[in-house]
Nanobody, 129 residues
């Protein structure tokens, strides 16, 4: 059974940094598409960043140049380094895995992605101005 457990959320002032982690178990970790998503109150879930099995990465325009997705295969852990945080980054953040090797572009549509993969429980990131 696939299990994803996120950690590292919290509160930070604008301009600060946070690193989210997602520990994964129960599947062939290296072989699938993984990603980070977020959902702010009253908004749809949206893709933030994805990483393919070959470690190719893709980012939402809103986070390009500020966020970095990476993974440590030895630790079966996915990361999201978030720098230069803005109040509009405030949301629940989720990690997810999708059972195909490359992340399709439609994955960034959170409403489609929801039913396509396995999800962690989510954690809160709050950025104050």
């Amino acid at each position: 059974q696939v299990q994803l457990v996120e950690s590292g959320g919290g509160s930070v002032q604008a301009g600060g940094s946070l690193r989210l982690s997602c520990a994964a178990s129960g599947y062939a970790y290296r072989t699938y598409c993984m990603g980070w998503f977020r959902q702010a109150p009253g908004k749809e879930r949206e893709g933030v960043a994805t990483i393919d099995n070959d470690e190719s990465t893709t980012y939402a325009d809103s986070v390009k140049g500020r966020f970095t997705i990476s993974k440590d295969n030895a630790r079966n852990t996915l990361y999201l380094q978030m720098n230069s945080l803005k109040p509009e980054d405030t949301a629940m953040y989720y990690c997810a895995i999708f059972l195909f090797p490359r992340c399709p572009s439609w994955i960034f549509d959170g409403s489609r992605a929801k039913s396509a993969g396995y999800w962690g429980q989510g954690l809160q990131v709050t950025v104050s101005s």
